[in-house]
């Protein structure tokens, strides 16, 4: 194992200010910030819609507002296989929404309250990434 | 209120994503990439916002109601199933065969990019397909 690109302390800030977000919403909302479920809901129900929608615009102006105010410059790299993010975003959406929550709602709001299907969850969906990651990488 | 309320924390959740380079594919495929070249920042990630958000929750466990919603809503299901493994395992092949899961997939459409908006638009094929198979 070789640590490279180790970045904790942007990665801590970054984290706060999530936890941040996480907080306003419950206690202003008396929701969870799990964005498989605010994205699906916002997809398939009409319950709630237009706030769900606003938290996405949010998402998107985020990292505008970064690139506006700290650097403009914020590093994107991806595939360049359309099949293969294809293959990925569909596995993303039915796995989110089969398993109930994402990296955000298991993974931070999830632990957060100390659940433990959402600790469960958790694990589960690293084991597998590191798997998949393991795997293309061997190939 | 609620609007104005799912506004800014969309926007500071966003902005978060963004301060620890998660919105990187790359970055995240590092955390991943356990047996090769490790980048361990996301468990900070995790870390900052669990340590800020955690005692809230505490906090307001016993409180009735949030501060501009008639009650809050937490899911009641406890159980850990089948289905609970089964489609975080799908999620996590997914997750790391890209490095997008679904909130950096939606803040990186800031950087309009054709890669994005084919993730996002097959994520949302999938939530309609669950949503067929449940």
Wanted: glycine share 12%; charged share 10%.
């Amino acid at each position: 194992m070789n640590i490279v690109n180790f970045t904790p302390f942007s990665a801590f800030v970054g984290g706060v200010i999530i936890g941040l977000a996480v907080v306003l919403f419950f206690i202003g909302n008396g929701k969870l910030a799990g964005v498989s479920g605010i994205a699906s809901n916002f997809l398939t129900s009409k319950k709630n819609r237009i706030d769900n929608l606003l938290f996405l615009i949010g998402l998107v102006i985020g990292p505008i507002l970064f690139s506006i105010f700290i650097n403009n410059e914020i590093p994107f790299l991806i595939t360049d296989s359309f099949p293969l993010i294809i293959f990925s975003g569909l596995l993303v959406g039915i796995g989110t929404r089969v398993g109930g929550g994402c990296t955000s709602g298991h993974g931070i709001c999830g632990i957060g309250r100390f659940s433990l299907r959402s600790i469960f969850a958790t694990i589960t969906f690293i084991l597998t990434g590191i798997a998949t990651v393991s795997l293309v990488g061997a190939i | 209120m609620n609007k104005i309320i799912s506004l800014i924390s969309g926007i500071i959740f966003g902005f978060g994503l963004t301060v620890s380079s998660m919105t990187n594919p790359a970055k995240v495929l590092g955390f991943l990439d356990i047996f090769g070249k490790w980048d361990p920042s996301l468990i900070f990630v995790m870390l900052g916002a669990i340590i800020v958000s955690a005692p809230f929750f505490f906090l307001f466990k016993s409180k009735t109601k949030p501060l501009f919603a008639q009650s809050f809503s937490i899911p009641e299901i406890k159980k850990i199933d089948t289905k609970l493994i089964i489609g975080s395992s799908l999620f996590g092949i997914g997750w790391g065969s890209v490095g997008l899961c679904p909130g950096p997939a939606i803040s990186s459409l800031a950087l309009l990019n054709n890669y994005s908006l084919a993730f996002i638009a097959s994520m949302f094929l999938g939530f309609l397909l669950a949503k067929v198979l449940n």
